[in-house]
């Protein structure tokens, strides 16, 4: 729903909600830059005993945490409801009881404030939390999204305006990793443990695969490389032989950067984009960072990423994209809902 901006307030605050998988999160954004407040609820030690997370419990963990994460986030704001300029809440893809917590919230915070609601998709949030620093990143710019449930290259055109190049055929990155950390013993969620792990490892230590499919294409395939490790570990179980963890993290870390770092590359070379942000859990990664930093200097393209706290699920993600919906005076109904398998936009060639 578009509507004209009823007033032009000189500040604009936006209150961002982010319930989509196990974090409840609450954040109040200043003019699209300056981050008020940010408050996060996680649920990873209760979902870490199950090695991943558990649906009916984060639903009714949100439950409980909404109320105190948001009247926190609105207390550091120093702010009451009524003053906010609107409330942007994700509406979707992820846990359909999570979702509905926010939603449900969210509407009921923005109907009492007299506020404008405003509808959020997951990762678009994940891609404009590289716009709280640098607000004047210039399009077209190429994302690339690495989260727990996706993988994609984007390229976005204008705000709200972007193509899907390429995505995960199977696993996303992030799900790899989890499940990978899983038969290494190095916990939930996987990113971190890996990455750890790594830092000690050898990364050519073990010669996993790297699928770049069939020529040129930007798509992914990350299944290959997960049964490949698995193999290897199962296979040295059998022979009573133990292998180096370090060493099985590091190489399939580095399995994993390099096909995202070739397909990065591949696909700036096809388009006119000079800039390549980075975004998702999987961008928290350092390895990843850094590599995707040197490459992208070798190409004399600009590479933007955010904060590593920024990377994982946050509300203040959230108020970003809000922010810019705001702008365009593109508004949700109240009959927003909860949208578990919300999709970006159609694939496309370049
Ligand atoms: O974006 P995110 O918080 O949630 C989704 O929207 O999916 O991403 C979570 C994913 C998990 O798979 C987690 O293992 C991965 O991000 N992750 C990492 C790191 N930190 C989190 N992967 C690699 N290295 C990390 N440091
Ligand atoms: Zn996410």
């Known amino acids: 729903m578009k509507r004209a901006l009823a007033e032009e307030k000189k500040d604009r605050y936006i209150l961002g909600i982010e319930t989509s998988c196990d974090e409840t999160a609450a954040a109040v ?33 949100h439950a409980v945490h909404f109320a105190p994460v948001v009247e926190e986030a609105m207390r550091r704001a120093r702010l009451s409801f009524p003053q906010l300029s609107a409330v942007a809440v994700t509406y979707g893809p992820g846990l359909v009881g999570s979702l509905l917590v926010g939603v449900a919230g969210a509407k009921a915070i923005a109907y009492a404030a007299k506020v404008p609601l405003i509808g959020v998709h997951h990762l678009e949030g994940h891609i404009y939390a590289n716009f709280l620093r640098r607000s004047d990143v210039a399009f077209p710019f190429l994302a690339l999204l690495v989260s727990g449930g996706h993988t994609h290259l984007l390229l976005f ?39 750890k792990a790594a830092l000690t490892g050898k990364d050519t230590a073990f010669a996993f695969p790297r699928a770049m499919l069939e020529a040129g294409s930007l798509d992914f395939s990350f299944s290959g490389l997960k049964s490949a490790v698995l193999n290897t570990c199962n296979t040295a179980a059998m022979k009573g032989e133990s292998l180096n963890t370090p060493d099985l993290a590091a190489s399939f870390q580095q399995a994993v950067i390099d096909v995202l770092v070739r397909k990065s590359v591949l696909a700036l070379k096809r388009t006119q984009a000079q800039t390549l942000l980075l975004a998702g859990g999987v ?15 070798a190409l004399g393209v600009e590479f933007v990423c955010p904060e590593p706290a ?41």
């Open 29 to 61: 954004l200043k003019n699209g830059t300056e981050l008020l407040s940010q408050v996060i609820a996680s649920q990873i030690d209760t979902h870490q005993r199950y090695g991943g997370v558990v649906p009916e419990i984060a639903s009714r963990e």
């Open 157 to 195: 055109e204008a705000h709200g305006r972007y193509h899907i190049l390429g995505r995960t055929r199977d696993d996303a990155a992030g799900e790899a990793f989890d499940k990978i950390s899983r038969t290494l013993g190095l916990g939930y969620p996987g990113g971190p443990g890996i990455e």
């Open 283 to 297: 961008a928290a990664n350092q390895a990843l960072r850094s590599q995707l930093a040197r490459a992208m200097a």
């Open 310 to 350: 920024l990377c994982t699920d946050n509300a203040a993600m959230i108020a970003v994209a809000g922010y810019y919906h705001y702008l365009a005076g593109d508004f949700a109904p109240w009959t927003l809902n909860a949208v578990p398998g919300l999709v970006l936009s159609q694939p496309c060639s370049v």
